[in-house]
Protein backbone atom coordinates (compact mmCIF):
# COMPACT_ATOMS: atom_id res chain seq x y z
CA UNK A 1 0.00 0.00 0.00
CA UNK A 2 1.45 3.37 -1.15
CA UNK A 3 2.26 5.77 1.42
CA UNK A 4 -0.53 8.19 0.47
CA UNK A 5 -3.23 5.55 0.91
CA UNK A 6 -1.98 5.08 4.38
CA UNK A 7 -1.85 8.78 4.93
CA UNK A 8 -5.30 8.92 3.48
CA UNK A 9 -6.47 5.74 6.04
CA UNK A 10 -5.06 7.19 9.02
CA UNK A 11 -6.90 10.54 8.33
CA UNK A 12 -10.24 8.60 8.45
CA UNK A 13 -9.47 6.03 11.62
CA UNK A 14 -8.29 8.96 13.63
CA UNK A 15 -10.91 11.96 12.27
CA UNK A 16 -13.62 10.73 11.55
CA UNK A 17 -16.06 13.69 12.02
CA UNK A 18 -13.68 15.65 9.72
CA UNK A 19 -12.98 12.90 7.11
CA UNK A 20 -17.32 12.68 7.13
CA UNK A 21 -17.06 16.86 6.64
CA UNK A 22 -15.22 16.57 3.59
CA UNK A 23 -16.88 13.72 1.93
CA UNK A 24 -20.10 15.12 2.17
CA UNK A 25 -19.51 18.00 0.29
CA UNK A 26 -18.59 15.34 -3.16
CA UNK A 27 -20.90 13.68 -5.02
CA UNK A 28 -22.70 10.64 -3.06
CA UNK A 29 -21.30 8.32 -5.80
CA UNK A 30 -17.98 9.78 -5.51
CA UNK A 31 -17.76 9.61 -1.89
CA UNK A 32 -19.30 6.10 -2.03
CA UNK A 33 -17.00 4.65 -4.51
CA UNK A 34 -14.44 5.86 -2.51
CA UNK A 35 -16.07 4.27 0.60
CA UNK A 36 -16.47 0.94 -0.73
CA UNK A 37 -12.21 0.99 -0.85
CA UNK A 38 -12.36 1.37 3.18
CA UNK A 39 -12.33 -1.35 5.72
CA UNK A 40 -15.21 -1.79 7.34
CA UNK A 41 -14.13 -0.93 10.81
CA UNK A 42 -12.38 2.38 9.81
CA UNK A 43 -15.37 3.48 7.85
CA UNK A 44 -18.23 2.97 10.29
CA UNK A 45 -17.10 5.73 12.35
CA UNK A 46 -16.79 7.98 9.40
CA UNK A 47 -20.54 7.31 8.84
CA UNK A 48 -21.72 7.23 12.32
CA UNK A 49 -19.90 10.97 12.64
CA UNK A 50 -21.50 11.97 9.16
CA UNK A 51 -25.07 13.77 8.75
CA UNK A 52 -27.94 10.85 8.78
CA UNK A 53 -28.78 11.66 4.83
CA UNK A 54 -25.49 11.22 3.88
CA UNK A 55 -24.75 8.19 5.79
CA UNK A 56 -27.75 6.47 4.22
CA UNK A 57 -27.13 7.76 0.59
CA UNK A 58 -23.41 6.08 1.03
CA UNK A 59 -25.10 2.79 2.60
CA UNK A 60 -27.51 2.93 -0.66
CA UNK A 61 -24.88 3.19 -2.87
CA UNK A 62 -21.84 0.88 -1.09
CA UNK A 63 -22.04 -2.70 -2.21
CA UNK A 64 -23.91 -4.46 -0.39
CA UNK A 65 -21.32 -7.26 1.11
CA UNK A 66 -19.61 -4.17 2.04
CA UNK A 67 -22.99 -1.99 3.19
CA UNK A 68 -23.51 -4.92 5.69
CA UNK A 69 -20.10 -5.07 7.32
CA UNK A 70 -20.05 -1.31 7.91
CA UNK A 71 -23.49 -1.79 9.31
CA UNK A 72 -22.12 -4.66 11.51
CA UNK A 73 -19.26 -2.58 12.87
CA UNK A 74 -21.13 0.74 13.42
CA UNK A 75 -22.82 2.26 16.59
CA UNK A 76 -26.28 0.38 16.60
CA UNK A 77 -28.45 3.20 17.42
CA UNK A 78 -26.17 5.22 14.28
CA UNK A 79 -26.65 2.27 12.18
CA UNK A 80 -30.66 2.16 12.60
CA UNK A 81 -30.98 6.50 12.09
CA UNK A 82 -29.45 5.55 8.72
CA UNK A 83 -30.97 2.26 7.59
CA UNK A 84 -34.68 4.95 8.49
CA UNK A 85 -33.32 6.68 5.54
CA UNK A 86 -32.78 3.95 3.20
CA UNK A 87 -35.08 2.68 0.80
CA UNK A 88 -36.87 -0.29 2.31
CA UNK A 89 -36.72 -2.45 -0.45
CA UNK A 90 -32.90 -1.62 -0.30
CA UNK A 91 -32.99 -2.67 3.65
CA UNK A 92 -34.22 -5.98 2.87
CA UNK A 93 -31.19 -6.71 1.02
CA UNK A 94 -28.78 -5.41 3.63
CA UNK A 95 -30.56 -7.21 6.16
CA UNK A 96 -30.13 -10.53 4.37
CA UNK A 97 -26.42 -9.72 4.34
CA UNK A 98 -26.05 -9.20 8.14
CA UNK A 99 -25.85 -11.85 10.39
CA UNK A 100 -29.41 -13.09 11.60
CA UNK A 101 -28.91 -11.82 15.55
CA UNK A 102 -28.42 -8.35 13.87
CA UNK A 103 -31.14 -8.48 11.28
CA UNK A 104 -33.18 -9.56 13.98
CA UNK A 105 -32.62 -6.39 15.82
CA UNK A 106 -32.84 -3.74 13.53
CA UNK A 107 -35.59 -5.10 12.45
CA UNK A 108 -37.36 -4.85 15.80
CA UNK A 109 -35.97 -1.14 16.02
CA UNK A 110 -37.12 -0.47 13.08
CA UNK A 111 -40.96 -0.90 13.85
CA UNK A 112 -40.75 1.41 15.95
CA UNK A 113 -41.26 5.00 15.98
CA UNK A 114 -38.25 6.95 15.77
CA UNK A 115 -39.33 9.34 18.52
CA UNK A 116 -39.50 6.09 21.13
CA UNK A 117 -37.22 4.62 23.42
CA UNK A 118 -37.25 1.17 21.57
CA UNK A 119 -36.49 2.65 18.32
CA UNK A 120 -33.23 3.44 20.81
CA UNK A 121 -32.47 0.75 23.02
CA UNK A 122 -29.10 -1.50 22.55
CA UNK A 123 -30.58 -4.54 22.40
CA UNK A 124 -27.37 -6.97 22.63
CA UNK A 125 -27.17 -6.59 26.53
CA UNK A 126 -27.05 -9.65 28.37
CA UNK A 127 -28.75 -10.78 31.06
CA UNK A 128 -28.84 -13.00 34.00
CA UNK A 129 -30.30 -14.97 36.12
CA UNK A 130 -31.03 -14.13 40.02
CA UNK A 131 -28.99 -17.23 41.27
CA UNK A 132 -25.88 -16.23 38.78
CA UNK A 133 -22.50 -16.10 41.16
CA UNK A 134 -20.59 -12.76 41.59
CA UNK A 135 -17.75 -14.82 40.73
CA UNK A 136 -19.83 -15.79 37.04
CA UNK A 137 -20.60 -12.23 36.76
CA UNK A 138 -16.86 -10.84 36.92
CA UNK A 139 -15.53 -13.69 34.56
CA UNK A 140 -18.21 -12.74 32.47
CA UNK A 141 -17.22 -8.83 32.68
CA UNK A 142 -13.60 -10.28 31.96
CA UNK A 143 -14.71 -11.83 28.65
CA UNK A 144 -15.75 -8.62 27.87
CA UNK A 145 -12.83 -6.39 28.00
CA UNK A 146 -12.78 -5.04 24.50
CA UNK A 147 -16.36 -3.46 24.94
CA UNK A 148 -16.94 -3.24 28.80
CA UNK A 149 -20.42 -2.76 30.45
CA UNK A 150 -21.23 -0.77 33.29
CA UNK A 151 -23.25 -2.80 34.99
CA UNK A 152 -24.68 -6.96 34.76
CA UNK A 153 -28.98 -7.02 34.20
CA UNK A 154 -30.47 -9.47 36.51
CA UNK A 155 -33.84 -11.09 35.15
CA UNK A 156 -36.43 -13.90 37.01
CA UNK A 157 -38.86 -15.61 35.53
CA UNK A 158 -39.85 -15.14 31.98
CA UNK A 159 -37.34 -12.74 31.27
CA UNK A 160 -38.73 -9.86 33.86
CA UNK A 161 -36.76 -7.31 35.43
CA UNK A 162 -35.19 -7.68 38.47
CA UNK A 163 -32.63 -5.30 39.36
CA UNK A 164 -28.58 -4.52 38.24
CA UNK A 165 -25.61 -5.18 39.77
CA UNK A 166 -22.50 -2.34 39.58
CA UNK A 167 -19.13 -3.55 38.38
CA UNK A 168 -17.99 -1.96 41.82
CA UNK A 169 -20.53 -4.36 43.67
CA UNK A 170 -19.46 -7.08 42.24
CA UNK A 171 -15.79 -6.49 43.00
CA UNK A 172 -16.56 -5.71 46.50
CA UNK A 173 -18.70 -9.00 46.82
CA UNK A 174 -18.01 -12.28 47.84
CA UNK A 175 -17.18 -14.39 44.84
CA UNK A 176 -19.93 -17.20 46.03
CA UNK A 177 -22.79 -14.68 46.46
CA UNK A 178 -26.26 -14.89 44.41
CA UNK A 179 -26.85 -11.48 41.98
CA UNK A 180 -30.28 -11.27 44.00
CA UNK A 181 -28.42 -10.70 47.14
CA UNK A 182 -26.37 -7.44 45.80
CA UNK A 183 -29.29 -6.25 43.19
CA UNK A 184 -30.26 -2.65 43.03
CA UNK A 185 -33.77 -3.58 42.38
CA UNK A 186 -35.01 0.00 43.16
CA UNK A 187 -33.76 1.14 39.48
CA UNK A 188 -37.07 2.03 37.34
CA UNK A 189 -36.88 0.51 34.10
CA UNK A 190 -38.26 2.36 30.87
CA UNK A 191 -40.87 0.98 28.86
CA UNK A 192 -40.17 0.34 25.09
CA UNK A 193 -42.83 2.27 23.61
CA UNK A 194 -42.28 5.39 25.92
CA UNK A 195 -41.54 8.94 24.06
CA UNK A 196 -38.20 10.09 24.35
CA UNK A 197 -39.27 13.35 26.13
CA UNK A 198 -41.06 11.05 29.25
CA UNK A 199 -38.42 9.18 30.34
CA UNK A 200 -35.54 12.25 30.91
CA UNK A 201 -36.86 12.18 34.60
CA UNK A 202 -36.70 8.78 35.72
CA UNK A 203 -35.00 8.73 38.54
CA UNK A 204 -32.45 6.05 37.60
CA UNK A 205 -30.48 8.30 35.31
CA UNK A 206 -28.96 9.63 38.66
CA UNK A 207 -27.29 6.44 39.29
CA UNK A 208 -26.75 4.92 36.24
CA UNK A 209 -25.37 5.44 32.47
CA UNK A 210 -28.04 3.02 31.04
CA UNK A 211 -31.26 1.94 32.03
CA UNK A 212 -32.98 -1.87 31.65
CA UNK A 213 -35.66 -1.35 28.49
CA UNK A 214 -38.42 -3.82 29.37
CA UNK A 215 -41.95 -5.00 27.24
CA UNK A 216 -45.46 -4.97 27.95
CA UNK A 217 -44.87 -7.69 30.42
CA UNK A 218 -41.99 -6.53 32.35
CA UNK A 219 -39.57 -8.69 30.24
CA UNK A 220 -36.21 -7.09 29.50
CA UNK A 221 -35.83 -6.07 25.37
CA UNK A 222 -32.50 -4.14 26.05
CA UNK A 223 -30.76 -0.92 27.55
CA UNK A 224 -30.78 2.93 26.94
CA UNK A 225 -28.06 4.92 27.58
CA UNK A 226 -27.54 8.14 28.03
CA UNK A 227 -25.86 9.11 25.15
CA UNK A 228 -28.57 7.32 22.95
CA UNK A 229 -30.83 8.86 24.85
CA UNK A 230 -29.25 12.10 23.66
CA UNK A 231 -29.09 11.21 19.86
CA UNK A 232 -32.84 10.06 20.08
CA UNK A 233 -33.77 13.31 21.66
CA UNK A 234 -31.53 15.36 19.16
CA UNK A 235 -33.18 13.92 15.81
CA UNK A 236 -36.77 14.61 17.53
CA UNK A 237 -36.23 18.08 17.68
CA UNK A 238 -34.95 18.28 14.04
CA UNK A 239 -37.82 16.20 12.91
CA UNK A 240 -40.13 18.76 14.92
CA UNK A 241 -38.91 21.58 13.59
CA UNK A 242 -39.11 20.58 10.11
CA UNK A 243 -42.19 22.27 8.12
CA UNK A 244 -43.60 17.83 7.26
CA UNK A 245 -43.61 17.47 11.45
CA UNK A 246 -45.30 20.85 12.22
CA UNK A 247 -47.91 19.27 9.63
CA UNK A 248 -51.71 17.82 11.20
CA UNK A 249 -50.98 14.96 8.57
CA UNK A 250 -47.09 14.14 9.97
CA UNK A 251 -48.84 14.22 13.80
CA UNK A 252 -51.82 11.69 12.54
CA UNK A 253 -49.17 9.70 10.69
CA UNK A 254 -46.85 9.85 14.26
CA UNK A 255 -49.87 8.66 15.94
CA UNK A 256 -50.83 5.99 14.16
CA UNK A 257 -47.39 4.66 13.96
CA UNK A 258 -47.20 4.42 17.28
CA UNK A 259 -50.48 2.67 17.90
CA UNK A 260 -49.32 0.22 15.51
CA UNK A 261 -45.72 -0.21 16.98
CA UNK A 262 -47.44 -1.44 19.83
CA UNK A 263 -49.40 -3.76 18.23
CA UNK A 264 -46.22 -5.48 16.46
CA UNK A 265 -44.44 -5.30 20.06
CA UNK A 266 -47.27 -7.34 21.34
CA UNK A 267 -45.99 -9.64 19.30
CA UNK A 268 -42.69 -9.12 19.44
CA UNK A 269 -42.55 -9.08 23.10
CA UNK A 270 -44.17 -12.82 23.04
CA UNK A 271 -41.38 -13.98 20.88
CA UNK A 272 -38.46 -12.20 23.38
CA UNK A 273 -40.00 -14.30 26.39
CA UNK A 274 -38.85 -17.28 24.55
CA UNK A 275 -34.97 -16.63 24.19
CA UNK A 276 -33.14 -18.15 26.58
CA UNK A 277 -31.50 -16.18 29.35
CA UNK A 278 -27.60 -16.39 30.24
CA UNK A 279 -26.29 -17.70 33.42
Same mark, same amino acid.
Given at each position: MSKSALLTLGFLEFHPGDAADALEALDTEDAAAFLDDVPARICAPVLSAALPWAAAAWIEQLSPGHAAAVLSSMDFA $?? =??A?? %? =?? $?AHTQ =? %? %?GEVSSTLA +? #? &?? +? !? &?? @?? *???VGA????SIPTFSED?? =?AEGLKYLKSRRRRPIPHLTVVGAAKRFAGIV !?? #??? %?? #?? *? #?IPLSQIMDASVTPLSSRSLLATVLENPSWDSYASVPVVGRKDNVLGSLTRSNLKKGLRNTDIARNSD @???SIPAQLLTGYLAVVSGLLQMLLDDSANKQPTTK
Open positions: $DA =VTLR %L =VP $D =V %L %L +R #S &LK +R !S &LT @YP *SITWMDQTT =V !ST #SEL %LR #SA *S #S @YAQ
